[in-house]
């Protein structure tokens, strides 16, 4: 997100309204977290605290307020359970340090985060989301969580345990707050690596789908479907192993800060504060907004939001890169497939950072990439779509070719492609045979030898066979009856 967390000092005093650190008990009643006859998960309040051990029977629930699991709690939700959050209370859902959140569903048996809306008017923002907040290493000690203007985030336990989202969709998620203070679909502070992360769809949220400040999670089999900002959005130092994910544009939703596949800094000043965001990124799969519609402009004539406009504020804008990486960050990227986006990449050196010098040293790698159909391969400068080149963001020179394009062509196994076609997906985005990402995989650089499963084809699926995204996931969630 572009907007990063200038939260306002009034809402930095409710801090003194924290959770207390009080042991769970056992067992509890499930009337201290159920009201309205038992079918309504928190009571309405700006700051509901769970303070003991709960878990949610299998059932469908509105969720009212914003619901903190305080430190030493935790909420258990069952396979199969539907959440539908409330809109007037804006309702969200955050795991303050040391409380966990285990959503642990199936393939069969998915756990849903939705809007309590009326199925066909649903929009993005109709709810806060999902925060996790954790004792893993960020760059700045401490931070108070971007959408939740209570909880801190951050320690130094990289392997620490918010617990488990597994089989979940986020669904509509985002509630504007205060202007452009929203919170993201998914949204992860300092989140450490014993926590479980797999088989997680967000869909039409209100900011990032996904978003990392600092941690060390690790995650699998992610999806970020028509969102209104970035696809994954890091920072802070965060430095988790993602592999297998998909992301998808409606090319009709853009955010004013310019929306991407990948934005990384490494924290909003660009200093290089460590840990350094050093996350490694295989397989990912973008499908940009010219993918979509052949007759995309980026434009604000064309990007309107369309029906899904949800009229709160937010603050529609254009698309930008499939991959954008400036302000010391170190974000690496391998075995993936993006095509469909104004840029394709653009590596800044802005706020007197020297990303393109770690560029160029090695330091980050981008390789064994797909680019296809990019209106321009690189740029150097934010909101710049002019392949020129520039090493300190200033306005770029047209007549030499951007850092961003000269990297990326310089890099092994990188590849450019004119059009959508030569990629041979189907209408799932999975390879064809004869696809160019097929056998075109390489997992030999040492920044793979470990946590990553190693296989022979670029992007998030193997064939046209190979779906993980059978059963649980759901592509239509505007007209689902919950």
């Known amino acids: 997100m572009e907007r990063k967390s200038l939260v306002f000092a009034a809402m930095a005093l409710m801090l003194l309204a924290g959770c207390k650190k009080t042991a769970p008990t056992t067992d509890p009643t499930l009337k201290d977290i159920l009201f309205e006859n038992g079918t309504t998960l928190g009571n309405g309040d700006a700051e509901f605290e769970i303070k003991g051990t709960y878990t949610l029977p299998k059932g469908t629930y509105s969720m009212k307020g914003w619901i903190y699991i305080c430190n030493g709690a935790k909420l258990t939700i069952l396979p199969g359970t539907v959440i539908k959050g409330d809109k007037e209370t804006k309702a969200a859902l955050i795991a303050e340090r040391g409380g966990q959140l285990i959503a642990q569903g199936t393939a069969d048996?998915?756990?849903?985060?939705?809007?309590?809306?009326?199925?066909?008017?649903?929009?993005?923002?109709?709810?806060?989301?999902?925060?996790?907040?954790?004792?893993?290493?960020?760059?700045?000690?401490?931070?108070?969580?971007?959408?939740?203007?209570?909880?801190?985030?951050?320690?130094?336990?990289?392997?620490?345990?918010?617990?488990?989202?597994?089989?979940?969709?986020?669904?509509?998620?985002?509630?504007?707050?205060?202007?452009?203070?929203?919170?993201?679909g998914v949204t992860f502070g300092s989140v450490g690596s014993g926590t479980k992360v797999d088989h997680v769809q967000v869909s039409y949220s209100n900011d990032d789908s996904f978003e990392w400040f600092g941690g060390a999670v690790n995650c699998k089999y992610l999806i970020a479907y028509k969102g209104w900002d970035d696809e994954y959005d890091t920072d802070n130092g965060f430095s988790g192993k993602i592999q297998f994910c998909l992301g998808v544009r409606d090319p009709m939703i853009a955010d004013q800060s310019a929306s991407n596949g990948f934005e990384s800094d490494n924290n909003a000043t660009g200093s290089d504060a460590k840990p350094v965001t050093s996350c490694i990124f295989s397989n990912m799969t973008f499908i940009g907004p010219k993918f979509q519609n052949p007759a995309f402009a980026n434009t604000s004539d064309y990007i309107n939001g369309g029906s899904l406009n949800p009229q709160n504020g937010s603050r529609l804008g254009q698309f930008q890169a499939a991959i954008q990486i400036r302000r010391n960050s170190n974000l690496s990227c391998f075995n993936s497939v993006m095509a469909g986006y104004p840029v394709g990449i653009i590596i800044e050196n802005d706020k007197g950072s020297a990303t393109q010098q770690a560029a160029t040293a090695g330091t980050f790698k981008i390789g064994s990439v797909t680019l296809a159909n990019m209106t321009i391969l690189g740029s150097d400068k934010n909101k710049s779509f002019v392949d020129g080149y520039t090493d300190n963001a200033s306005n770029p020179d047209p007549n030499k070719e951007s850092f961003s394009s000269t990297y990326f062509k310089s890099m092994k196994g990188n590849q450019y492609l004119a059009d959508d076609a030569s990629l041979k997906l189907n209408s799932s985005y999975m390879p064809l045979d004869g696809s160019p990402l097929l056998g075109s995989a390489d997992f030999s650089d040492t920044m793979l030898s470990t946590g990553f499963v190693k296989v022979g084809y670029r992007g998030a699926f193997s064939s046209a066979t190979d779906n993980w995204t059978a059963k649980w996931t759901n592509f239509d969630p505007q007209n689902t009856a919950y």
């Open 109 to 184: 048996d998915p756990i849903v985060f939705t809007s309590a809306q009326p199925a066909g008017k649903r929009r993005p923002g109709d709810w806060g989301g999902i925060i996790l907040c954790g004792k893993a290493r960020n760059n700045q000690t401490e931070m108070m969580i971007e959408g939740g203007p209570r909880s801190m985030h951050g320690g130094t336990d990289d392997a620490d345990n918010s617990g488990i989202l597994s089989y979940v969709r986020v669904e509509f998620a985002g509630y504007p707050f205060a202007t452009d203070q929203e919170i993201n």
